[in-house]
């Protein structure tokens, strides 16, 4: 089973950017669809972004879409989420996944998260 650990996150100004790094042990992320999701306090998870397993195909919520971008390296077993023009609503955990399924963005395996916190 594949280990996943995120870092990057911290506390930046409306505007700023942030790049959040995930990365993968125990199996190589190569046969994985990945996926970043974030949960805001008192608020359900959502779906952030996704990536097929050679990088092809992307995905975005529309709340970020323009201002995040999705990479990986399979190389290096990682995945990044560049994060731009951040908002305060942009402020939750941000958690790494890998992906059941890709059309419907659900996760299987997660990470512990990140905290990203964004003032205005």
């Known amino acids: 089973q594949v280990q996943l650990v995120e870092s990057g996150g911290g506390l930046v100004q409306a505007g700023g950017s942030l790049r959040l790094s995930c990365a993968a042990s125990?199996?190589?992320?190569?046969?994985?669809?990945m996926g970043w999701f974030r949960q805001a306090p008192g608020k359900e998870r959502e779906f952030v972004a996704t990536?097929?397993?050679?990088?092809?195909?992307?995905d975005y919520g529309d709340s970020v879409k323009g201002r995040f971008t999705i990479s990986r390296d399979n190389a290096k077993n990682m995945v990044w989420l560049q994060m731009n023009s951040l908002k305060p609503e942009d402020t939750a955990v941000y958690y790494c996944?890998?992906?059941?399924?890709?059309?419907?963005?659900?996760?299987?395996?997660w990470g512990q998260g990140t905290q990203v916190t964004v003032s205005s």
């Open positions: 996944a890998t992906l059941r399924n890709y059309r419907f963005h659900i996760g299987d395996s």
């Open positions: 125990g199996r190589t992320l190569s046969i994985y669809d």
């Open positions: 990536i097929v397993w050679n990088g092809a195909n992307r």
